[in-house]
């Protein structure tokens, strides 16, 4: 039984260009549907989750632009957890919605900022103005949430280091207890790609030097570089996303909704992405369809090593050893990319920066 639980709420205002989520725009008549549709899943897999929660996490879409009723019925009806996150779009946040979720045993808010420059925003195609989330961080704050993130986003075309240097600095001001800063990613033949080309490949050469700047900052700042995009507040609090935390330490999780993911005792499975089928298989009690795929020991071991080692603390070998390439193992500790004892095996913060290529020779 797994104590981690995903649902998928894939209803937006618009759709980003960047964006290559599962989401359908406005469809406000599917809400309520979608939410029966959802706890009939919850019905079908309840066996699956044990008796008592660590983390729901509600991720999108825009979890936030689901219709109120439908979203405050949907989070009645979940089972209750340690940690429960919803993801909003800074535009839905107004005083009741802060409200409801706080009043729903919602503790944690990831707030999709991406960036605070009017600019920049633009170009992703973000209706919001940077005083929206300031505003949508503040009602949160009143609401009672000491748990909020922040998703920043660089490499955007048109941006600067100083740009950079300023959303860093205007988030900072806030004072998010978590921050997730992604690499924008831009799926090829896609349309904003084709806007986009040759901007893309210039930000793709300022890679490397944003992320060292986003670490160094948000590191000087006291946030603890915990995953290689995920940093939180120091203190007593562990303000690590216990939910990701799952994910990235390779426990069981249950996906619930259109196109969401499941992993469990080495068999994932995907739901289809498809809106309407999944609404009609739910509406007669069955699952929806689902691509399964059964893992391997050596993939779930190898799954186990590329995620763990994106975390700062060393990973705990065992049966992982196996997996392991000795003599990449052995040059990588001489490059000074790799620290490792019999027992445990970390990257060093040079490896931390050059990340997944680092873990690619290692599982060679
Ligand atoms: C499920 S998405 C969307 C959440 C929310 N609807 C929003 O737009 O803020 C969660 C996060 O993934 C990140 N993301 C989405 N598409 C991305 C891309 N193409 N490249 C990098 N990060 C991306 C964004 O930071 C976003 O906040
Ligand atoms: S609002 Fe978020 S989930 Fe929806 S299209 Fe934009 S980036 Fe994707």
Known sequence: MTRHLYVHLPFCAHRCGYCDFVTAVGRQEQHGPYVDALLSELDLERSLLAPTLETVFLGGGTPTFTEPHALERLLTSLPRADEVTVEANPETVTQELARMLRSHGVNRVSLGV?????????????????????????????????????????????????????????????????????????????????????????????????????????????????ETANFCRGGDRDLRSRHNLAYWLGLDYLGLGVGAVSTFAGRRWRNAPGLSRYLQALAKGERPERELEQLSVEVQQQERVMLGLRLDEPLVLGELAGVLDRDALLRLERLGLVESDARTLALTQRGRFLGGGVTADLLA
Not at 119 to 131: C, E, K, W
Not at 191 to 214: C, I, K, N, P
């Open 114 to 226: 991406q960036s605070f420059r009017p600019h920049l925003l633009s170009v992703l195609d973000r209706v919001v103005h940077p005083d929206t989330v300031r505003r949508a961080f503040y009602h949160l704050r009143d609401a009672g949430f000491d748990n909020i993130s922040f998703d920043l986003i660089y490499g955007i075309p048109g941006q600067s280091a100083a740009d950079l240097e300023t959303d860093l600095a205007d988030a900072l001001e806030l004072g998010p207890e978590h921050l997730s800063c992604y690499e924008l990613e831009a799926k090829p033949g896609t349309r904003f790609t084709h806007a986009h080309g040759d901007e893309l490949a210039r930000q793709a050469d300022s890679m490397e030097t944003y992320f060292e700047a986003v670490v160094e900052r948000l590191t000087e700042d006291g946030y603890r570089w915990y």
